[in-house]
């Protein structure tokens, strides 16, 4: 479970965000849609705390902040971050050993196969296109087992192949019963994806909208209204 509680924070006079509040329960996929400048790498970044804020957020009911909450929580953040002298397999095996997870090697493989990462598994971080880095990104957040994970634009940069292997496994996480934060501007990416919809605009959460409440059809236009946007300025 994630949950997010007054989260507020300033940079300089610009207030990127309002006393944020939500909560993504276990088995639940939640989508933190917004147009640009809205606040969501705001509230991303303040959860995988690359950033101070105030308010309270928790993980697992563990503050943010906590070793334990650290553990089982995986961020795929939107630029992937490679380490130029380590391989594909050397970057999956560096995560398990700093989380000290147990994991096969026929479940590295798998997971590598699944991304088509199998014959790139020599090369070094520099030696990557930037949508193999993202899949490398993703293998490493997956290879830890977490129980929340959060996905800034995980679907940007990657192939027809990649983006269906990853809606499978976002699917996945979910029959598991792991908590899922997806954070995007393009709702057509995640429609067979989210539980609960939160749509950010300049610093507030200004509609949360669940599944149950709400058609795929509706939720764009939801998001519209709520948003101010027209269709014609920025598409979703
Ligand atoms: P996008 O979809 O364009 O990535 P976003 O919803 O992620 O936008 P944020 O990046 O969180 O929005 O920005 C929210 C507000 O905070 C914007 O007004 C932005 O200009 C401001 N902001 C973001 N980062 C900084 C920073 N490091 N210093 C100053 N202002 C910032």
């Known amino acids: 479970m994630l949950e997010v509680m007054d989260l507020t924070k300033k940079y300089g006079k610009t207030l990127a965000a309002d006393h944020i509040g939500f909560t993504v329960p276990d088995g639940r996929i939640g989508i933190l849609l917004g147009p640009n400048g809205a606040g969501k790498s705001t509230v991303i970044k303040s959860?995988?705390?690359l950033l101070r804020y105030k308010g309270v957020i928790r993980i697992?009911?563990?503050d943010a902040g906590s070793?334990?909450?650290k553990r089982c929580f995986a961020y795929v953040p939107?630029?992937?971050y490679m380490y130029d002298a380590l391989t594909v397999r050397e970057h999956i095996e560096f995560i398990t050993r700093a989380y000290g997870v147990a994991?096969?090697?026929?479940?590295v493989e798998r997971l590598l196969g699944r991304f088509e990462l199998t014959d790139k598994q020599e090369k070094l971080g520099n030696e990557l296109s930037k949508g193999m880095m993202q899949k490398v990104?993703?293998?490493c957040a997956l290879v830890i087992k977490p129980r929340v994970i959060l996905l800034d634009e995980p679907m940007v940069g990657l192939d027809p192949a990649a983006i269906k292997e990853l809606k499978e496994v976002i699917l996945e996480l979910k029959a598991d019963g792991c908590t899922v934060l997806i954070s995007t501007h393009m709702l057509e990416m995640v429609k067979e994806l989210w539980d609960v919809t939160f749509v950010m605009d300049k610093g507030h959460i200004v509609g949360t909208y669940p599944r149950e409440a709400v058609a795929d059809e509706d939720l764009e236009a939801l998001y519209f209204s709520v948003t101010g946007q027209t269709d014609r300025k920025e598409g979703i």
């Open 67 to 69: 070793l334990e909450a």
């Open 137 to 139: 990104s993703i293998c």
């Open 60 to 62: 697992q009911g563990q």
């Open 103 to 107: 994991v096969t090697e026929e479940e």
């Open 78 to 80: 939107e630029l992937p």
């Open 47 to 49: 959860i995988a705390g």
